[in-house]
């Protein structure tokens, strides 16, 4: 077993001189990676895929297509923008996790005022953010519209909150195999990025003009200003959405943990409730001492994590926007009003009028976009409260079934909560708000990992100054956007 790391020590300059507010960590030597090669690639990296099978979802079906009709694919810059402040966020939030095998949660819980405030904090703003069943509802919607051959309405609302119950179980169900929650979610995540992109690679191509892509891909890099009168709400939504939008940025650092990236390969993920039970995750994690071994080990490592995520989440992200803008701006008349399921219906009513099976086939599709973000956001939300509970109380690392119990305890709780509130409020008014959470999510956590890396890494692998300059920048760009949402909220209110 690796030595406790001893902070009262400051001889050892290879190590971090504090430990924050949780226990210290181990110390041991960072593993090897396999060779850097495609077929080692394709093996290692994942979380990535999760990320952006979880991202391409209510921002780029739902709001994406509606910010766009409304206001012209000329204020996707926003959209680009906001991709890359949040690669350069992941990367930073993703550096803690390779050092220490801890998520970044573990860095957070070790800053001022500590573990227990920090765990009620993003508990609490994760379930402002994703405990709405939001995509649950937007998806069975979209499921019985392509059974139906029309887009359900008020006669159809018990039908459709039955449906919404049974995805959630499935849900539940999907998260209870594979031996770790992460291996079940990247094999899912591959299946449906590759059915996804599949549907609209090919229906773009088969009905867009070569133009109209051009004029929609030059809206991703130009910008000629805000419209006026502007709903801050549905552009703080795609600013947010664009990515995978606050504590989705965050949980890639807990998929990195269970997928054994650096020297997370030594603390263990959390395991299924079947096929893992011989899994077992500290509530800590290990440092490696710098040397130039473990530094020539720590670049080939960053190498896999630049590769996961620019080369998969970044690039995912920005075709799933850039496909659903484009398809959505060729063919849906400029100004409609998208909100809610419109797009699709749009989509769907306009491609079957070439072939009427597009009907079915464009709402299918985008009921696999929402249904697989709500199976990620159900484990991010749960993942989110497990760890920091894991983390955060020895009572709860106690318990006879240890974090396992922790887990599927809160994700049949959220499922019934999520049945409960189902028809408090249409699909797209929850997803408007868990999307501005998401905002003020990055905004804090932005400052927060800037903070925790430069305390407890040592400088050897701290980030460079134009990645501390580029995080700052993500926090000040979604606190931009909080601004002008959370005053029109206001107004509204008075």
Not at 118 to 129: D, K, N, R, V
Not at 152 to 161: C, I, L, V
Request: charged share 10%; proline share 5%; hydrophobic share 55%.
């Amino acid at each position: 077993m690796p030595s406790a790391l001893n902070d009262s020590d400051p001889t050892d300059k290879t190590l971090p001189t504090s430990h924050g507010l949780l226990a210290p960590w181990g110390v041991s030597d960072l593993p090897a990676p396999p060779p850097f090669g495609l077929r080692n690639l394709l093996k290692v990296i994942g979380p990535g895929a999760i990320m952006a099978a979880t991202s391409i979802g209510g921002g780029e079906w739902l709001v994406g297509p509606a910010a766009a009709v409304k206001y012209s694919a000329s204020i996707f810059l926003i959209a680009s923008v906001a991709i890359v402040l949040q690669v350069i966020f992941n990367l930073e939030a993703i550096r803690y996790t390779l050092y220490t095998g801890e998520p970044i949660y573990g860095g957070i819980m070790r800053l001022r005022p500590g573990p227990k405030f920090w765990a009620g904090f993003y508990t609490l703003i994760g379930f402002l953010q994703l405990g709405w069943p939001a995509l649950a509802g937007s998806a069975a919607a979209t499921l019985l519209g392509a059974w139906m051959g029309r887009m359900p309405g008020a006669p159809d609302q018990a039908a459709q909150t039955w449906v919404a119950t049974a995805l959630m179980a499935a849900v539940v169900l999907v998260l209870s195999f594979g031996g770790t929650i992460e291996r079940m979610l990247e094999y899912f995540a591959w299946t449906m990025l590759g059915v996804v992109f599949l549907f609209l690679v090919a229906v773009n191509v088969a009905f867009v003009p070569a133009a109209h892509w051009v004029r929609t891909f030059l809206g991703f890099f130009s910008f000629s200003g805000l419209p006026h009168p502007i709903d801050w709400g549905l552009i703080g939504a795609l600013a947010a959405t664009a990515g995978s939008g606050g504590i989705g940025n965050l949980t890639v650092t807990n998929w990195m943990r269970d997928k054994g990236f650096g020297m997370a390969s030594k603390v263990g993920a959390i395991p299924s409730a079947v096929g893992g039970h011989s899994i077992q995750l500290s509530h800590v994690g290990i440092v490696f001492p710098v040397s130039d071994e473990n530094l020539a080990r720590w670049r080939e490592w960053m190498r896999y994590v630049h590769a996961d995520q620019i080369w998969v989440w970044g690039l995912f992200c920005f075709f799933g926007m850039y496909l659903n803008v484009n398809l959505a701006t060729a063919i849906v008349p400029h100004g409609t009003d998208l909100q809610g399921l419109a797009a699709g219906a749009y989509q769907a009513e306009y491609l079957s009028r070439i072939w009427s099976g597009f009907w079915f086939l464009t709402l299918f599709n985008g009921f696999w976009i929402l249904f697989k973000t709500q199976l990620g956001n159900t484990d991010i939300l749960v993942r989110t409260i497990t760890d920091a509970v894991w983390m955060s109380s020895e009572r709860a690392r106690e318990w006879r079934m240890g974090i396992r119990a922790i887990y599927y305890g809160i994700l049949v709780a959220f499922s019934v909560w999520g049945i409960l509130v189902i028809r408090s409020a249409s699909p797209f008014q929850l997803f408007k708000i868990l999307a501005n959470m998401a905002g003020i999510v990055l905004l804090i956590a932005g400052v927060q990992i800037f903070l925790v890396n430069r305390r407890f890494l040592p400088a050897a692998v701290r980030p460079p100054l134009w990645r501390e300059v580029g995080l700052l920048l993500c926090s000040a760009f979604y606190a931009f956007f909080a601004y002008f949402v959370v005053r029109d909220l206001l107004r509204s209110l008075l």
